[in-house]
């Protein structure tokens, strides 16, 4: 069994990391420098995937029973997931922009 706490500080930092990153690529494209750009979003995948992963396993121990205590710390862990997993998906838009 995941311990809560541990499981919602790895999404926290895994989930913050990607949203990072997705920030760092829009300043490359920013100074024209596509395809670091693109690197640093590739790089932001590695830690939205492990952010996501520990979510599913989360998911998974729960199995829709409520086993899982939904605290504010676990509220506050998903608004970073979603939060960085949009800043990915418009970081990738913002970026095709800079590249035209």
């Known amino acids: 069994m995941i311990e809560l706490e541990e499981a919602v500080m790895e999404i926290i930092m895994n989930a913050g990391q990607s949203r990072s990153l997705c ?10 420098n596509i395809e670091e750009a693109k690197l640093l979003l590739v790089e932001a995948d590695g830690y939205a995937r492990e952010a996501h992963k520990m979510q599913t396993k989360l998911i998974e121990q729960d199995a829709g029973e409520a086993k899982q205590p939904m605290t504010l710390i676990m509220v506050h862990a998903q608004d970073h997931l979603m939060t960085s997993m949009l800043a990915r998906e418009l970081s990738n838009e913002i970026i095709h922009l800079y590249q035209r």
């Open 23 to 32: 920030f760092e690529a829009l300043h490359s494209a920013r100074q024209g």
